[in-house]
């Protein structure tokens, strides 16, 4: 295994990274179809709107994340990162299902609303594990090269997001604007549980001895609420904030362009497969970048990152004022801007832990930092928008993101072993 970072991506990668593409593949049908679904599981007569309800039901994923890293994270330390993979995976595919299959509030009634409820609670307890243990199982058998294999991980995430916008483009496309309105949601879940039991098969097939070092036997792990650990588990939450507040701020850019600027609906669905197969295009210069921070253990190159991106948001925003059109690119732009900082952070933050701690650390430290500075992002973007009546307010929260990841990055590098090029 630790000849992943000079190969092609092998069965073990995939394995690794294939629930991490769930994860993201999700997010973006379930935000895209979030009126089909309120309109298909819900009444019509509740206090909240339909499109409420769904979105509502989509935010329970970030209440039963954090629970989900408590638990999966200890499990991921005393049985294993495979054990605790296979799990994760089979969650995230029986929710997938259940969306997938549930009737509607028409034919079943308060039934309809309380699966798909318990399809986003076990989405959400599930995603609390998947990114720790998956990305400890990869830099754990790629000794010297960790960065790297952990940048599958990144990859993983563009290219699910670039096949749901595809997905999601060519069923509308292909189908009737009624059939589409009402069944399309349920043909893109249906995918992403084909994929979530594809992905249980692959991860069923690996065992220890995959590795080219053998399993080290798993102890109790010690308490985990000790002074070190804690400041560990924060340092990650906020090594993690730019790049959430990036990456759902993207999700976020399509209804600012609609409501802002007025923007059609088709440039703004066109949007995301610019900015994901843009940075796909990037990948090799990713790579080069993590392979530098195996070999020196450097964070420059992420300070500078997060430097330049407290200077970025606010000239770009100001460029959308004269040319509204130039909104559907910033995504884009923001992320080849941190490519310093994303290249080597999932790497850096997996090495942070000690690998007996590792599970717990990184799952807790990612999951709570996501949560708190990406998955309220387009909540709180909205509501700065609201209260301040700036149209560029966003910019103010992405300049707050990078300069917390920046004191985050800085304050974490002792942690790591200097390595001399």
């Given at each position: 295994m630790g000849a992943w970072p000079s190969q092609r991506p092998n069965q073990a990668v995939i394995a690794s990274i294939i629930g991490n593409i769930i994860e993201y593949y999700d997010f973006v049908i379930y935000a895209y179809f979030s009126a089909s679904i309120g309109r298909t599981f819900f009444p019509a007569n509740w206090p909240l709107s339909q499109l409420g309800l769904s979105l509502a039901t989509f935010g329970l994923t970030l209440l039963a994340r954090p629970l989900g890293a408590v638990v999966l994270g200890n499990y991921a330390d005393r049985r294993g990162r495979i054990s605790t993979m296979m799990v994760c995976i089979?969650?995230?595919?029986?929710?997938?299902?259940?969306?997938?299959?549930?009737?509607?509030?028409q034919k079943i009634g308060i039934a309809a609303p309380a699966l798909v409820i318990l399809a986003r609670l076990l989405h959400g307890f599930s995603l609390g594990g998947e990114f720790g243990s998956a990305t400890s199982?990869?830099?754990?058998?790629?000794?010297?090269?960790?960065?790297?294999?952990?940048?599958?991980?990144?990859?993983?995430?563009?290219?699910?997001?670039?096949?749901?916008?595809?997905?999601?483009?060519?069923?509308g496309l292909v189908l009737p604007s009624t059939t589409f309105e009402t069944f399309g949601f349920r043909i893109a879940t249906g995918l992403g549980a084909a994929a979530g039991i594809s992905g249980l098969i692959l991860r069923m097939m690996l065992t220890p001895e995959n590795s080219e070092t053998p399993p080290q036997p798993r102890s109790a792990p010690a308490p985990f609420l000790q002074p070190d650990?804690?400041?560990r588990t924060a340092l990650i939450m906020g090594s993690v904030a730019l790049?959430?507040?990036?990456?759902?701020?993207?999700?976020?850019?399509?209804?600012?362009?609609?409501?802002?600027?007025?923007?059609?609906?088709?440039?703004?669905?066109?949007?995301?497969?610019?900015?994901?197969?843009?940075?796909?295009?990037?990948?090799p210069l990713r790579w080069k970048l993590a392979d530098r921070f195996d070999r020196t253990h450097s964070v420059r190159p992420m300070l500078w990152s997060c430097a330049f991106l407290t200077l970025l948001p606010i000239p770009a925003f100001q460029l959308i004022k004269t040319l509204p059109e130039a909104v559907l690119l910033m995504p884009l732009l923001f992320n080849l801007s941190g490519l310093f900082y994303f290249a080597a952070l999932d790497g850096f933050i997996g090495q942070l832990f000690p690998s007996e701690r590792r599970g717990r650390g990184l799952t807790m430290g990612y999951s709570f930092g996501v949560v708190l500075f990406g998955g309220l992002a387009p909540l709180t973007n909205a509501a700065l928008?609201?209260?301040t009546g700036l149209s560029h307010a966003p910019a103010l929260y992405m300049i707050l993101t990078a300069i917390i990841s920046f004191i985050s990055v800085f304050s974490a590098r002792s942690l790591l072993d200097r390595r001399i090029p």
């Open positions: 089979l969650l995230m595919a029986m929710g997938s299902l259940l969306i997938t299959l549930t009737p509607s509030y199982y990869l830099i754990e058998h790629a000794p010297k090269h960790e960065a790297r294999a952990a940048s599958w991980q990144a990859i993983g995430q563009i290219t699910a997001s670039l096949c749901a916008a595809t997905v999601v483009l060519m069923l650990t804690v400041r790049g959430s507040g990036i990456t759902y701020l993207g999700l976020y850019m399509p209804h600012y362009a609609r409501s802002q600027y007025s923007l059609s609906r088709l440039s703004t669905s066109l949007a995301p497969l610019l900015t994901y197969g843009g940075q796909l295009l990037f990948t928008i609201s209260w």
